[in-house]
């Protein structure tokens, strides 16, 4: 099970951090992702991190602005978002490369 938190609403150019609680499989053994769906829009790949933690890929839109962290001693992802821009506005999903979603997030950027 995927739980993600700490979505809200945010003047652009504020920060936000995701935060994904992870239950019921070995989180430490899988990569994990974060993914978001605008309203009309098809979901999108925002980040993604191995096992380890020791490589992360981001999407264009976000690079240089999110940071996508995880602790497995915890067994949590997180997403810290800054810069935000009204176009990352949407639902964020974190997902498992175990084949788990979370229900998602809602982040609204206001302009």
């Known amino acids: 099970q995927l739980v993600e938190s700490g979505g809200g609403l945010v003047q652009a150019g504020g920060s936000l951090t995701l935060s994904c609680a992870a239950s019921?499989?070995?989180?430490?053994?899988?990569?994990m992702g974060w993914f978001r769906q605008a309203p009309g829009e098809e979901r999108e790949f925002v980040a993604t991190?191995?096992?380890?933690?020791?490589?992360?890929y981001y999407a264009d839109s976000v690079n240089g602005r999110f940071t996508i962290s995880r602790d497995n001693a915890k067994n949590t992802l997180y997403l810290q978002m800054n810069s935000l821009k009204p176009e990352d506005t949407a639902l964020y999903y974190c997902?498992?490369?175990?084949?788990?979603w979370g229900q998602g997030t809602l982040v609204t950027v206001s302009s």
């Open positions: 991190v191995t096992w380890s933690g020791s490589s992360k």
């Open positions: 997902a498992s490369l175990s084949g788990s």
């Open positions: 019921g499989f070995a989180f430490g053994d899988y990569g």
